[in-house]
């Protein structure tokens, strides 16, 4: 099940499992729902300090231009490490996709590469919520 977290005005939908992240990519595909999802790792510092900028942003993005987007995150540990192919040293990483066929992918502290490609993914959302 899902967790949300609490110091956001909206819920952060957070991985902890293959059940969780499985969940979270079926309703990316199966519903076109638009998905960013943010790996880090909680014992590197520079992901620690993004993360609350990515959240920040994340909070001030929630519904962009109308619609809503599905926000998660996911602690780069022993318990999840096998789900993504990354260094630990390369994190973070966030991926956005919507649909079955749209996916992009940012490395490192990119917070403008994540906004432009968020505008991007609600491009391609339309175009999927149009046919």
Not at 22 to 31: E, F, G, R
Not at 55 to 73: L, N, T, V
Not at 91 to 105: C, D, E, H, I, Q
Request: glycine fraction near 4%.
């Amino acid at each position: 099940m899902f967790k949300s977290s609490s110091q956001h005005s909206h819920p952060f939908q957070e991985i902890t499992d293959r059940a969780t992240h499985d969940q979270l990519v079926a309703q990316c595909t199966k519903h076109n729902h638009p998905t960013i999802l943010h790996v880090y790792n909680s014992s590197v510092p520079r992901c620690e300090a993004f993360l609350v900028k990515f959240e920040s942003w994340a909070s001030d993005s929630f519904s962009h231009s109308g619609e809503r987007i599905q926000y998660a995150k996911m602690d780069y540990t022993s318990e999840t490490s096998y789900m993504f192919k990354f260094a630990p040293n390369q994190l973070p990483v966030t991926v956005l996709m919507v649909g079955s066929g749209w996916a992009r992918t940012v490395t490192g502290t990119d917070i403008e590469g994540i906004e432009s490609l968020a505008g991007e993914m609600m491009e391609e959302y339309r175009k999927l919520v149009d046919q």
